[in-house]
């Protein structure tokens, strides 16, 4: 294989490690966050097909190992969550770079890969944009509609309005073009009018 194959199956091996499963339509189960970089990765085959090699490895990377970083191990209040953001895009980075490295990988170009997973110079970073735009889009196609059963209408929309803010134009172009269930449809379209009064 080609390095980048084999620095996508070195992430999809340290992602094969997630104890938490999802279920897949054929009644089998997958590791939560292997599923997860598999689906960034077909969606920015789809949103940004002529995407750089650092910006495809970062999409798979961007949950890497993500378990071990717990959303509890930090205050449930804004401070604490965005701390713990933080430590993600950093621990993330590291992990990425430590398999890169192995797969024959330079140091400016794992500098570059760090750089996207950290999300540094959003909206100044075309590509850092586009990772956001792919996590915004793999939310809405395929977490969006479970976490819509698990919390009241008006919180749904203002997440999603939050979700579209963060886009690009690309990004909400292509978010028009999912195939949504009704009640998602309903709070993107509700959050997008939101967005757009003045």
């Not at 992430?11 to 966050?33: C, F, K, Q």
């Not at 890497?64 to 717990?70: H, L, N, S």
């Not at 735009?133 to 059963?149: C, M, R, S």
Request: aromatic share 6%.
């Amino acid at each position: 294989m080609d390095r980048l194959s084999t620095a996508i199956s070195g992430i999809d091996a340290a992602n094969s490690a997630d104890p938490n499963r999802i279920p897949l339509g054929d009644g089998t189960e997958i590791p939560a966050e292997l599923a997860y970089g598999q689906r960034m990765s077909a969606m920015l085959a789809r949103v940004y097909p002529d995407a750089s090699e650092a910006l495809r490895l970062a999409v798979r990377a961007q949950h890497i190992r993500r378990w071990e970083v717990p959303r509890s191990s930090y205050p449930m209040d804004r401070g604490g969550y965005l701390r713990w953001r933080k430590e993600l895009g950093r621990k993330h980075a590291e992990w990425a770079g430590e398999i890169l490295a192995r797969c024959g990988y330079g140091e400016e170009e794992i500098a570059r890969v760090g750089s996207l997973l950290r999300k540094e110079n959003l909206r100044r970073d075309p590509e850092t944009q586009a990772l956001e735009d792919i996590a915004a889009l793999v939310f809405l196609a395929h977490y969006a509609e479970d976490f819509a059963a698990k919390h009241p209408p008006e919180k749904v929309v203002s997440i999603l309005a939050k979700t579209l803010a963060k886009m690009s134009e690309h990004g909400k172009a292509a978010a028009a073009t999912l195939d949504l269930s009704p009640a998602v449809h309903h709070a993107l379209e509700a959050a997008a009018a939101q967005s757009d009064d003045p």
